[in-house]
Nanobody, 115 residues
Framework: QVQLVESGGGLVQPGGSLRLSCAASGIVFADYTRGWYRQAPGKQRELVATMTTTGITYYLDSVKGRFTISRDNGKNTVYLQMNSLKPEDTAVYYC?????????WGQGTQVTVSS
């Protein structure tokens, strides 16, 4: 059974930082394109950052320079370091593993940026 479990969300003030973690079980995470998505209330889910199996990364324009996706293959885990957080970053953040027609999702973790 495949599971992706996110952690690290919470409430942070504007300008603050958070690091999200996504631990995978049942798959070798490095064999998949790993990604972070987010969904704010009333909005569609959007892709925030991805890392391919070869380590190539992609970022949503609005998070470039502030967010960094990384991985620890030994821990079968992917991270999203989020710095200089803004209120518009408030959303539920989801971890994703994708390969061909296979698509796995985590349950999501809430990130709230507010003073």
């Amino acid at each position: 059974q495949v599971q992706l479990v996110e952690s690290g969300g919470g409430l942070v003030q504007p300008g603050g930082s958070l690091r999200l973690s996504c631990a995978a079980s049942g798959i070798v995470f490095a064999d998949y394109t790993r990604g972070w998505y987010r969904q704010a209330p009333g909005k569609q889910r959007e892709l925030v950052a991805t890392m391919t199996t070869t380590g190539i990364t992609y970022y949503l324009d609005s998070v470039k320079g502030r967010f960094t996706i990384s991985r620890d293959n030994g821990k079968n885990t992917v991270y999203l370091q989020m710095n200089s957080l803004k209120p518009e970053d408030t959303a539920v953040y989801y971890c994703n593993a994708k390969r061909a027609l296979v698509d796995y999702w985590g349950q999501g973790t809430q990130v709230t940026v507010s003073s």
